[in-house]
């Protein structure tokens, strides 16, 4: 094939600017002041608090030593903080799975989106708490009692944006699809597939952080079996264990912070060469 | 009233053919009425014609996009290229992925996409950017990109709706003159739809102007230029003089 004569090579004016690099470090910087003004301040009122009143609130190097680091708080929050985070994970997993088929049938068949969306939203409005007691009659104070609640909260995020990420292809590409007379399987997964997981990523990082609340409020509903976070935070308030109290609080956070930061990374990791939002 | 005509068989060199063509909506708006058109291989035709008058239904009808609901549409539908007024390209490919869709959605084997998809970028001036994603293309190269993914299919009609109707004036001039060289080069017969009378005088064999809704055909202009078409004749006496012609028909009708 001969390159034509008034084929000039293409302007090589580059329209968007290359991605902004992250200035390593830069990121974190923020954040890790504010941490810093956090603990200034909770220091202060810990120390305002009156000699009665100050086991409400110990000092971060107290709850940090006693609540966290000591021998006997590690080994009994570690394993905990590990429960918590497989349920937590299992419960997302299993939302997942059952979120995205539920929205590729969704998009697949109209007719069952119509019949099955109400259902949806109204199983994200029941309250979970409500419903609690009933599922510890069905299922006793087991281990899926607890994963379903974690799939209950966790659920709808998923298969909400995934579907709507699925039907926001642009006209104009299902027209060239069509075009040229591919099946439903191609369009779905060479066009709506990829188009959608800018959305999905974003209902996963909303669910994750979604699966950690679930998984406490389940284990401290049904307390029994090997305890999590949720049974540790109800245990030591009783026992009047503020350190640890705290630094089970903590670990909880932290849960949902990694779950969160790590939905962050991967969105930026496989997004940034394309999608808007990736680009900051 | 028009009766839907057999269907007809293409002639040797026509590469589409709109026999009685017309086109009503479910809700009785008229879109388009009696159009008779053929398009022979070699020739390149321009639509023109008011906002709304049909004419990017004229391509979703030539493409079979959409069906006709009177007459008869005859095209051959495995050799047709089509570039929308968008590039439509898929953000997540990079360039060189873009431009071998169609040849994937064909199932053509990977080895041979992979070389017509590289002497497809180069023809069109792009091999340097096969690896970039659409997002760091200015408007042209993603027209440019658009325009190289059909003619990984070689092909034999192709359907041009407004493509270059969003870019700015420089880049439009250039973008005609690279699409007459092609034109040239493959011979295939061209459709192109437009807002602008220079653009279709400039490109074309032929210049149809349509009607306001609902769409018909109300003038045809043989252009008497030969190829290849430098930019000067842009300039010519003979240009002003047809552009003028096609612009009253066109206000004739607007008026």
Redesign the interface.
């Known amino acids: 094939?001969?390159?034509?004569?008034?084929?000039?090579?293409?302007?090589p004016?580059?329209?968007?600017a290359?991605p902004r690099r992250r200035v390593h470090g830069k990121g974190i910087l923020p954040p890790a002041v504010l941490f810093a003004g956090i603990l200034v301040v909770w220091e202060a009122i810990s120390a305002s608090l009156s000699p009665g009143r100050k086991y409400l609130l110990p000092s971060p190097q107290s709850v940090l030593m006693h609540g966290l680091l000591a021998h006997d708080a590690y080994s009994q929050i570690l394993p905990s903080f590990l429960r918590t985070a497989l349920l937590s994970l299992g419960g997302f997993l299993v939302a997942i799975v059952f979120g995205m088929l539920l929205a590729a049938l969704m998009y697949r068949f109209r007719w069952f989106e119509r019949a099955a969306f109400p259902y949806l939203v109204a199983l994200q409005a029941v309250p979970v708490l409500a419903i609690a007691p009933l599922m510890a009659v069905v299922f006793g104070y087991s281990y899926t009692a607890k994963g379903l609640i974690v799939i209950l909260i966790a659920f709808f995020p998923i298969p909400a944006n995934f579907l709507l990420g699925l039907r926001s292809v642009?006209a104009?590409?299902v027209?060239?699809?069509?075009?040229?007379r591919?099946s439903w399987w191609?369009r779905f997964f060479?066009?709506a597939l990829?188009?959608a997981?800018p959305q999905l990523l974003t209902g996963f990082r909303i669910s994750a952080g979604l699966a950690v609340i679930g998984a406490i409020v389940g284990e401290e509903f049904f307390q029994a079996g090997v305890p999590g976070l949720g049974m540790r935070l109800l245990q030591y308030l009783d026992q009047v264990e503020y350190n640890r109290l705290y630094g089970a609080l903590i670990l909880s956070s932290l849960l949902g912070i990694g779950f969160y930061s790590f939905f962050t990374w991967l969105s930026r990791r496989l997004l940034q060469?394309?999608?808007e939002s990736a680009a900051g | 009233m028009v009766h839907t005509i057999a269907r007809r068989d293409l002639d040797e060199k026509e590469a589409l053919a709109f026999s009685g063509v017309g086109l009503t909506y479910p809700d009785g708006t008229a879109a388009l009425f009696g159009v008779e058109l053929s398009v022979k291989r070699g020739e390149f035709v321009s639509v023109v014609g008011p906002s709304g008058c049909g004419k990017s239904t004229l391509l979703k009808l030539a493409s079979g996009l959409v069906e006709p609901t009177e007459g008869v549409v005859s095209v051959d539908r495995n050799r047709l290229g089509y570039v929308f007024q968008d590039s439509t390209l898929l953000p997540w490919r990079k360039v060189k992925d873009n431009v071998g869709l169609l040849l994937e959605l064909h199932k053509v084997p990977k080895a041979e996409r992979d070389v017509r998809v590289q002497e497809t970028l180069k023809l069109v001036g792009l091999e340097a950017f096969s690896d970039h994603h659409p997002r760091r293309l200015s408007g042209g190269m993603k027209m440019r990109v658009s325009l190289a993914r059909s003619l990984t299919l070689d092909p034999s009609i192709f359907l041009f709706d407004e493509p270059f109707g969003a870019l700015d004036e420089i880049t439009r001039e250039r973008l005609n003159e690279e699409l007459i060289s092609l034109f040239i080069d493959r011979g295939f017969a061209g459709v192109f739809v437009t807002h602008s009378i220079y653009e279709a005088v400039y490109l074309s064999t032929r210049v149809v102007v349509m009607s306001a809704r609902p769409g018909r055909i109300v003038g045809e202009f043989e252009i008497p230029f030969s190829y290849p078409r430098g930019p000067e004749v842009r300039f010519s006496a003979e240009f002003a003089k047809i552009a003028g012609e096609v612009s009253k028909a066109l206000r004739g009708e607007i008026a």
């Not at chain 1, 027209?175 to 040229?180: A, N, S, T």
């Open positions: 094939m001969t390159q034509l004569q008034t084929f000039r090579q293409a302007e004016v580059i329209a968007a290359s642009d104009g590409l027209d060239l699809f069509r075009l040229h591919s191609t060479k066009l990829p188009n997981v060469s394309w999608h």
